[in-house]
Structure formats: C-alpha cells, structure tokens
C-alpha cells in the first residue's frame, strides 16, 4: 500500500465528517449572517465540481450494486 492510499481514506472521511459536524453551528450562526451562509454553499459547491473533474475517477457504482447503493442514500436524505 503506497503512502498516497493510506492517507486517501482518513482525509475522504475528514473532509466530509468536519463539515457535517459543523453544520449545524455555522447554519445557526450564518441565519443572521445570510452572506455567510451563501459563501459557505457556494465553497462546498466549488469543492465538489473541483472533485467531480479529477480525471480517472469512477462516480457512479458498478452496473447491477446501483440499487443497493441508492437505498441507504435515499434513507439518508430521507
């Protein structure tokens, strides 16, 4: 396992946990600071069309699991 891989795990899981986490605070905070708020989803959207753009990457699952990938997401999104 290279160095690049072992590291590309915690950090997918970092980036994602820390601003959920925080979500909640900064929501409640940027309700009185409404261009905060709007900076904060402009920068998550810029993050993820810079993520969607890396060359090499497969974002879709692999044609037959795509059910079985939709159902927790759909409970997680309610």
Known sequence: ????????APAAMSTF??????AAIF???GLGHSLVLTLRFALALGVLLLLA???????????GTRWQVAG?????TG
């Open 1 to 8: 396992m290279s160095k690049t891989s072992a590291w590309a």
């Open 17 to 22: 946990v820390l601003p959920w986490g925080s």
């Open 27 to 29: 929501t409640r905070w």
């Open 53 to 63: 753009g890396l060359p090499g990457r497969r974002w879709l699952p692999a044609p």
């Open 72 to 76: 927790p997401g759909g409970c997680c």
